[in-house]
C-alpha cells in the first residue's frame, strides 16, 4: 500500500459565545482547523485533524507544499517509519510549533489507515486494555464563565457518566479564581471530581498559597501547570508541599521535556497534548515512558483519539471531553451506558462531514 495523494480542508470552527483568550486583550478566541484525508493506491483512506488559534493558512500550507512530498509514496502502514524521515528532514529549522501541529494531522491519519489497514479499532491496536474509559468534562469551565453556568451544563453531563470537571483558573483575580472553584465544588458535591488547570499564570508564591486553598479548603484532586513550564526550581518546592497530584506538559513540544519532569519526580500526571507534539507517534512514546515510573497519562483534549488510548493502554485512566470537533465529524464520539466508548469500526472510526467542511470554510 502506497499514499498517492494528501486532500486538506481549512476550517473555522464555531467558539462559544464569550470565550475570550487572556493573552490578546478584547479579542474573541478563534479556532481553526485543518483536516487531512490521507489518498492511498487501495481502497483505504485515512482521516487526520489538527487545530489552531491563528495561522491556519499557513499550517495548510506547510501540509500541501511540503509535507505531503515527504509522505507521498510512503507505505502508511509505518507511521514510525515516516515520522522520523519527516522530522529528520526539518531538524535544520527545528520541529516544534507550526510543523509539529501541521504534521499531527498527518500522522493521526496515517495511525487510522494502519487500524484499518489490520482490521481492528485503533485502540485494540493499540493493546486492548479496557472496553470503555472514564472521562471528565473539559471547556465548560473556562475563565470568564460563572460556577452557576459551569454546573448547569456539567450536571446532566454527570448524570451521563462524567466523572467531573477541569476548571480553569488564573484570570488575574486570585479571590474570584477561589470563589468560582467553591462554587462549582459545592454545587457538584464531594464525590465529584475536579481538576484545577492553571496554565502557568502564577508565580510560585501564589501558585503556593492558592494550591494550599484548593488542598485543603476544596479538595481537587489535581492541579495543573500552576508555574510556568520552564520553572523547574519553583515545581520542585511546589511538589515538596503538596499532597495534591501536579499535572504537567500540556505546553510541551518534545519527549525529552516529559523524561525531564518525570526523573525528576515533579509530575504524577502527564498532559501531553498530541498537536503540540506532532502526533499520536510521539505520544505514544509518552505514555511507554510513564509506564516506567508509574505515572499516569490524561491527554490533553482530543477526546476523539484519547479514548483509543484510554481504551488501549493501562496507564491512561481518563479522557478529556470536549466538543470542539463536533461541527466536522458525522459521528463525533458520546458517552454510552456512563462510559466514554471507542468505535468498533477499524481505524480511529472518525468521519468528516463534507458538507460541513464546505460551509465552515475559512474565507
Not at 58 to 72: C, M, Q, R, Y
Request: charged fraction near 20%.
Amino acid at each position: 500500500m502506497k499514499i498517492t495523494r494528501l486532500e486538506t480542508f481549512h476550517i473555522r470552527l464555531p467558539v462559544a459565545a464569550g470565550k475570550v483568550s487572556l493573552n490578546r486583550v478584547g479579542k474573541t478566541l478563534r479556532t481553526d482547523a485543518v483536516a487531512v484525508i490521507v489518498h492511498t493506491d487501495g481502497d483505504l483512506t485515512g482521516i487526520g485533524v489538527t487545530l489552531t488559534t491563528t495561522a491556519g493558512a499557513a499550517v495548510k500550507n506547510l501540509i500541501d507544499n511540503d509535507l505531503s512530498a515527504l509522505v507521498v509514496d510512503q507505505d502508511p502502514r509505518m507511521p514510525e517509519g515516516i515520522f522520523q524521515k519527516v522530522s529528520a528532514s526539518v531538524r535544520l529549522v527545528g520541529w516544534a510549533g507550526l510543523i509539529a501541529r501541521a504534521y499531527a494531522a498527518i500522522d493521526l491519519a496515517l495511525w487510522d489507515l494502519k487500524a484499518k489497514a489490520a482490521g481492528m479499532p485503533l485502540c485494540v491496536l493499540l493493546g486492548g486494555n479496557r472496553p470503555a474509559g472514564s472521562f471528565t468534562v473539559s471547556g465548560m469551565a473556562d475563565i470568564g464563565t460563572d460556577a452557576a453556568t459551569t454546573c448547569k451544563i456539567v450536571k446532566p453531563l454527570m448524570a451521563d457518566g462524567a466523572v467531573g470537571v477541569i476548571a480553569d483558573v488564573g484570570s488575574g483575580d486570585v479571590q474570584q479564581d477561589a470563589d468560582r472553584v467553591q462554587q462549582i465544588r459545592d454545587t457538584l458535591g464531594e464525590d465529584a471530581w475536579l481538576g484545577v488547570r492553571c496554565d502557568g499564570r502564577y508565580d510560585l508564591q501564589t501558585a503556593l498559597a492558592m494550591a494550599h486553598f484548593y488542598e485543603e479548603d476544596v479538595g481537587i484532586d489535581w492541579i495543573e501547570t500552576p508555574l510556568p513550564p520552564d520553572d523547574r526550581h519553583g515545581y520542585l518546592r511546589l511538589a515538596e508541599r503538596m499532597e495534591v497530584p501536579l499535572a504537567v506538559g500540556g505546553s510541551f513540544a518534545e519527549v525529552s521535556e516529559f523524561r525531564e519532569v518525570l526523573e525528576s519526580g515533579i509530575a504524577r500526571v502527564l498532559r501531553p497534548d498530541l498537536l503540540r507534539l506532532g502526533g499520536l507517534t510521539p505520544l505514544l512514546k509518552v505514555c511507554r515512558l510513564a509506564e516506567a515510573f508509574p505515572v499516569n497519562v490524561v491527554p490533553t483534549r482530543f477526546p476523539e483519539v484519547a479514548l483509543h488510548l484510554a481504551g488501549g493502554l493501562s496507564n491512561v485512566p481518563m479522557v478529556e471531553w470536549t466538543t470542539t470537533l463536533s461541527p466536522i465529524l458525522n459521528n463525533p464520539p458520546r458517552p454510552l451506558g456512563g462510559k466514554f466508548t471507542p468505535s468498533v469500526e477499524p481505524g480511529h472510526g472518525l468521519e468528516l462531514n463534507l458538507e460541513a467542511l464546505e460551509n465552515l470554510k475559512a474565507p
